[in-house]
Structures are given as C-alpha cells and as structure tokens.
C-alpha cells in the first residue's frame, strides 16, 4: 500500500457515486458504470486511464462483494476528479469493519489479485475511515488529462450523455 495525504472532493469536482448490491453481479455493474461515467466526463473508452481506473473500480468492487459483504448491506463506489485534469480518485466503501489484507496468490489460482493489480495501477492506494460501520479503499490514478469542456458542461447539466446516433441513410 502506497500513502499519502487524504484526498478530498471539492464542489468543483466532477463526481459519481453509486450504491451496489455486494454480489458478484453488483461488482459487474460497478465496473460497467464507471467506465460509463469515465466516457460521459470525455475519458476516451480503452485508454491507458480508463483502463486503469476501470480495472481498480473491479477489483476493489468484487474484494468489497467478496470479502467485505455484510448481510443486508450494499458496497458504495465514488469517483471524483477535478475538472481540470489531476487524478482521478477511486473509492469503494463497505460495512466490514476488517481492512483488506494482500495475500499471495496460489500459483494458477484464479483470485488473490486484486490488490496486488491495484497497486501496481495506482498511484497510491489506503485505506480510510467511514462515517458509519466499515471502511473505505481509496485509490488515486494520476492523469495529466482534463476532461473536455463538453464533458464538464454535460455533468454539470446532470445528463449522462451517449453517443451521438449516426444519420439515417435514406
């Protein structure tokens, strides 16, 4: 685990938060809507930062559904960055009071992982205090990239935006 000082959101911030069912299919919708949201704030899908941050968003979704599943409770996914470029910060809170702990994988083992990927894809990488029962993972991607004008203006409007359609042929 890589620390730094905390991350904070400010009002300026491009923001997403979501609550998910802590299942395997809530981890799979987490990832899918933040490659989503990446996309609307002009992070171009298959680049080196949506790749990264998605993957993260992954990992710490499914170790949340996985390890951090308390009955009756879901895991909560953030995503912020300022609107003129810096990093992008990645946060999935759970109701498991336990931190995440790094275990070696078992050689072809399919899952011990995740937090490994994590680290190697963040900047940095720590584990914070909640309001509430639980913890939060907080990973920082750093970018030199800002997000388009377009986009910012479509967040601040509330829409999601999508792909423009494509004209009729006739």
Do not use: Y
């Amino acid at each position: 685990m890589h620390s730094a000082p905390q991350q904070q959101c400010t009002d300026d911030d491009l923001l997403f938060t979501r609550r998910f069912s802590a299942s395997r299919r809530g981890a799979r919708l987490a990832r899918r809507a933040a490659a989503h949201r990446l996309r609307t704030w002009g992070v171009p899908e298959g680049s080196p930062l949506s790749d990264a941050v998605t993957l993260i968003v992954a990992e710490l979704s499914a170790n949340a559904a996985l390890h951090g599943r308390v009955p009756g409770r879901d895991f909560e996914v953030r995503l912020w960055c300022s609107r003129a470029g810096g990093p992008v910060c990645v946060e999935v809170s759970d109701t498991h009071p336990a931190p995440p702990v790094c275990t070696p994988s078992q050689g072809d083992a399919e899952g011990g992982r995740g937090l490994l990927l994590v680290d190697a894809l963040a900047t940095h990488w720590e584990v914070v205090p909640r309001t509430g029962p639980g913890k939060t993972v907080r990973a920082v991607v750093e970018t030199a990239t800002a997000v388009t004008a377009e986009a910012r203006d479509r967040d601040a409007s509330g829409e999601h935006g999508s792909a423009p359609r494509p004209p009729s042929r006739s």
